[in-house]
């Protein structure tokens, strides 16, 4: 009995700091736009979007890159990502799978020791459809109120993370 009040008295607290747990997003919802850098230079335009979604549960992620043309792609490129962000209570982590145009499926967790107020970083601790051992990691900086930038690592087995990707986003009024 004394079990049962407790879970009772507990239960709602529960559901307040879980209700609280995604705080350090607030600045990241709404619509985003700005340009982008890839891996070989190639410039592009994007579109990004951070919503909460299902009862507040989950924080919704869209990036929608449209790569100009180059010599070696001609057609440009058109790069769609979407994602949810979550919160693992029996881990006590936040969870960001992210499902990419191309076939990817990144599992990322959120590194609390290499983020702060201002950098929020998530580092793959799976890939589908991926290089066995290659690791992704991917970085939101916030530079002001109004702009972010978010960068995009791609780490090879056995080799350090390098720059695959980065946008300079300004919030869309």
């Avoid at 879970?7 to 879980?18: A, E, G, H, T, W």
């Avoid at 705080?23 to 982008?36: M, P, Q, V, Y």
């Amino acid at each position: 009995m004394k079990k049962i009040i407790a879970l009772l008295i507990l239960f709602p607290v529960l559901i307040f700091s879980q209700g609280n747990k995604f705080k350090r997003f607030d600045s990241l919802i709404g619509n985003w736009k700005g340009l982008g850098i890839g891996a070989a230079n190639e410039k592009s335009t994007i579109k990004s979007e951070f919503n909460f979604v299902l009862g507040d549960k989950f924080i919704e992620v869209i990036n929608d890159s449209k790569f100009e043309p180059t010599a070696k792609n001609p057609e440009g490129k058109h790069h769609v990502d979407k994602g949810f962000i979550s919160y693992d209570a029996t881990r006590n982590l936040f969870v960001f799978r992210q499902f990419h145009i191309e076939g990817f499926v990144i599992q990322y967790i959120l590194v609390d020791s290499l983020s702060s107020n201002s950098k929020i970083v998530f580092e793959s601790e799976k890939i589908d459809n991926f290089i066995r051992g290659g690791k992704a990691r991917w970085s939101i900086t916030k530079v002001t109120a109004s702009a972010i930038v978010t960068t995009f690592d791609v780490s090879m087995p056995r080799k350090g993370y390098e720059r695959f990707g980065e946008n300079k986003l300004i919030r869309i009024p």
